[in-house]
Each structure stands twice: as C-alpha cells, then as structure tokens.
C-alpha cells in the first residue's frame, strides 16, 4: 500500500465558506474516486504555519494513478491547491513538507475515532535509520502510544504516478505517525527522542490533529 | 459524459487599475509557461475597466484529456516559470474561479 500526506498551510485570509468546501472537498473525495482509502483530515498544531493535513492511501501505484487521472483531482482539489488556481485558499510552504508518505504491508496507521495524531517529520543523518527506529519503538511504550510507525518518506518524489522519481528533492527523510487515544493525551505528551536522538536529528517538524475521518475511514483499528 | 478535451475555465478578478499588469502577466508569462507544457489557450477574455467593478479575466485552456491534463500539470509544476507567475498573478487578484468543463453533444 501506498500511505500519503498532504500537508499545507490554509490562507488566513481564506473564508470560512471556502475552507468549509476544501475540508468537505478533501475528506470525503472517496466518494468520488474509490481508488482513495483511508481519507481523514486534521487541523494541526504546530510551531510553523502548516495547518491543514490530509492522510490517506492507495492500495497500489496503479490505484494512485487513476486517483491522479480522475476529473475530481482536477475539478475539486485542484481548484483549492494549484498554485495557478484563481481559487486557491493555501499559501506557499516554505518547509518544503507538502507531499510526502511512504510503503507500508497493510493499514496499521488506523486509529479509533477520536483519536489523534502527532506527524513528525524528521531529517536523519544518513545511516542513523535504524538507531532511531530504535529511539521511536522504546518512546512509543514510554508514553502509551496508541500507535507508532516510523519510515523512511519514500513518496515524496514520487507524487505524479506513485513510482517514477520527479527529481523534485526533499529535506524530509522519515515519517514518524505517532497515535494518541485524545487530543488531551497528544498535547500532554512529553517527548524525549529529541534528547535520546542528539546529532542524529539534523531537523524536523511537528503536526498535532485531531482525526475528522472522511467517508471510507474504519473507525476501528 | 466523455470528460474530454478537458476544458480548463480560469476566471480571476483584479481591481481595474491593476488589469493591464494582470494581462501582460497571461501574455508574457503564464501563456508561454503552459503552452510548454501542452496546454493549448483557446482565448482571454476581460471585462470593461470602466464600469467600476474589478476587472474579470478569464482564460479557457484546452487539453486533449485528463490523462494529458495530469502529464501537463507535472510538467509546468516543474517549471520554475510556474512558480513564478502564479506568485505574482496571487498577488494581483482579489478573487476568482476556476472550473473544468467538457464539450456537450447536440
């Protein structure tokens, strides 16, 4: 499966009428195109301007390629995101964390219904992959994570078909999806891997959200 | 309905005094930077700057279908030019639409 994010930040000037259409337009685009699984939004926390993200998935490349070919994709999301668009209500990213996801087996990034979700986009120095897959696996059971999955961000040159490289670089090495039963429970968290990690984090980025599950979302792990 | 040749309906408002920036804007940039990428402008059309309302400017792009739509869309988000041009042309508008429309028969 392919597992994907899409992460902006929303125009402040934007009206509320608009962001209400882009959140509908976005979270329950399954009912337009089948292909999309797992469809639920988030209006993050986090210490820079991205605000709005969209988590979702693919059971294959061939399944992405018919969402990326959809009228939908052109006429509905599009019209809030293309920078082109006379209707877009995001503004430029300057974190350079816009698409970004990565393969997994099968959906273990479920979560209850109220649950929330801390992204954490991390950029690793090479070679520091499986040391941290080891700070990520021990912080999980420190806290009570309710879910945490940490991988290498594999998508994000690949977001015209799912599979060929577009060259466009990223900053953003790895992915680490870390499940909360609440809001309450994500905000009260305290980390620790920062301290754990040193050197081996060159950078990264925080989204905290509530989960707003869209039309196809399971509402059980 | 056949969703080709995908029609692509830009409509922007921009205050009279900033239109003709707005125009050379489409002309020399954002016409030349998509046609590169194999859209085809079928026609820019505005309104009267002098009738006290802002200006609407709408350019209907043509491609062959959405699979050409999806290949173009790649290409010009590759293309520095793109990033440019929609900076300044965001800067410009005070609103606007866009709207994908397919010939109808009969």
New interface residues.
């Given amino acids: 499966m392919l597992r994907r994010y899409e992460i902006y930040p929303v125009d402040p000037a934007a009206s509320a009428e608009a962001r209400e259409a882009m959140n509908v337009g976005i979270r329950d685009c399954a009912n337009f195109i089948p292909e999309l699984l797992h469809s639920a939004i988030g209006h993050a926390e986090s210490e820079t301007n991205l605000n709005f993200v969209w988590e979702h998935a693919y059971q294959s490349p061939e399944h992405y390629q018919r969402y ?4 939908y ?3 509905i999301l ?2 809030f995101l ?7 209500i995001i503004v ?1 990213n300057p974190h350079g964390l816009g698409l970004v996801g990565y393969d997994i087996d099968e959906p273990d990034y479920l979560l209850p219904a109220g649950a929330a979700r801390r992204l954490v986009a991390l950029q690793l120095a090479e070679g520091s992959q499986e040391r941290f897959a080891g700070i990520a696996k021990e912080e999980a059971e420190r806290c009570g994570m309710i879910n945490s999955i940490f991988e290498y961000n594999s998508f994000a040159a690949k977001w ?1 078909d799912g599979e060929t490289d ?3 670089p990223t900053n953003w090495t790895h992915l680490w999806e870390q499940g909360f039963a609440d809001l309450d429970a994500a905000r009260a968290y305290q980390p620790q891997w920062r301290e754990k990690a040193g050197d081996m984090v060159e950078d990264s980025i925080e989204l905290l959200y509530e989960l707003e599950a869209g039309v196809g979302y399971p509402e059980v792990k | 309905m056949e ?1 080709a040749p ?1 029609h ?1 309906v ?4 921009v205050a009279a005094q900033d239109h003709e920036r707005f125009l050379a804007l489409v002309r020399e940039e ?1 016409v030349p930077t998509m046609t590169d990428a194999g859209i085809e402008c079928l026609s820019v059309l505005a309104s009267s700057p002098e009738i006290g309302e802002d200006v609407e400017v709408q350019v209907t792009w043509r491609v062959s279908d ?2 050409a ?2 290949v173009a ?2 290409d ?3 293309d520095p030019r ?2 440019a ?3 300044t ?2 800067s410009l ?1 005070t ?6 429309l397919y010939p109808v028969e009969g």
């Fill in positions: 990326m070919r959809h009228p994709h052109a006429a599009d019209r293309m920078n082109d668009s006379p209707e877009r430029d015209f577009t060259g466009l | 969703h995908v692509i830009d409509t922007s408002l954002i959405h699979q739509w999806n869309r790649r010009f988000f590759l793109y990033h041009f929609s900076a042309a965001a508008r609103g606007g639409r866009r709207r994908i």
